[in-house]
């Protein structure tokens, strides 16, 4: 009689996978993802319209234009950009140098990956908290045409920013849990290699 392992219990399944802190990861991830790729359609959207019917409006109007298709995109812009870069962090499209990581073994590779998203966490949480305050400074200054207030773009940087720290908290869940293989891989068409 050949002998059967049992099969194993849901929760240990759940353990042996990283549990509750992959469950986390996932659901930042899905946040985060919805929230920036809503912006970009968005904002992508709107920029399309604005700029488009401004180039048309430009040859149908004596005027020469829209007196603010140019404020709002410069608004608009910052907004399109830091969802990009949240989104690139999901998905492992931004640039790095892995010639150390590649020479250590697992565990090593996981305490580098570990130390460099806590430096990139903390370096974004200054640069949030810098953005807020400089968006409190040029909060005064306005546009001359819409009167929109010049912190707008700031508070883009801020919110990008604690985008892109809850994206590296998800990943070093990830890494924490699974090891440095749960560091994700971009597709060469994502990336233009």
Not at 51 to 78: C, D, M, W
Not at 154 to 161: E, P, S, V
Request: with cysteine; charged share 10%.
């Amino acid at each position: 009689m050949t002998r059967v392992s049992p099969l194993p219990h849901h929760d240990d399944q759940a353990i042996a996978t990283g549990g509750g802190a992959i469950a986390v990861a996932n659901m930042i991830d899905y946040v985060v993802g919805l929230a920036c790729r809503a912006l970009i359609l968005l904002t992508g959207i709107a920029l399309l319209a604005i700029l488009t019917a401004n180039v048309i409006a430009r040859y149908v109007l004596e005027s020469g234009g829209f007196r603010f298709a140019q404020e709002l995109p410069e608004r608009l812009f910052p907004w399109f950009i830091m969802a990009g870069v949240a989104l690139a962090v999901q998905k492992g499209g931004h640039m790095a140098v892995e010639s150390v990581l590649s020479r250590l073994n697992r565990n090593g590779a996981r305490i580098m990956l570990l130390i460099g998203h806590a430096i990139i966490i903390v370096s974004y949480a200054i640069l949030g908290w810098e953005a807020i305050g400089v968006a409190d400074i040029v909060s005064i200054e306005t546009s001359p045409v819409l009167g929109l207030s010049s912190s707008y773009s700031y508070y883009a940087l801020a919110l990008g920013c604690a985008a892109v720290i809850l994206t590296t908290f998800a990943l070093a869940l990830r890494v924490a849990m699974l090891g440095p293989e749960a560091m994700p891989t971009p597709d060469p068409e994502e990336t233009g290699i």
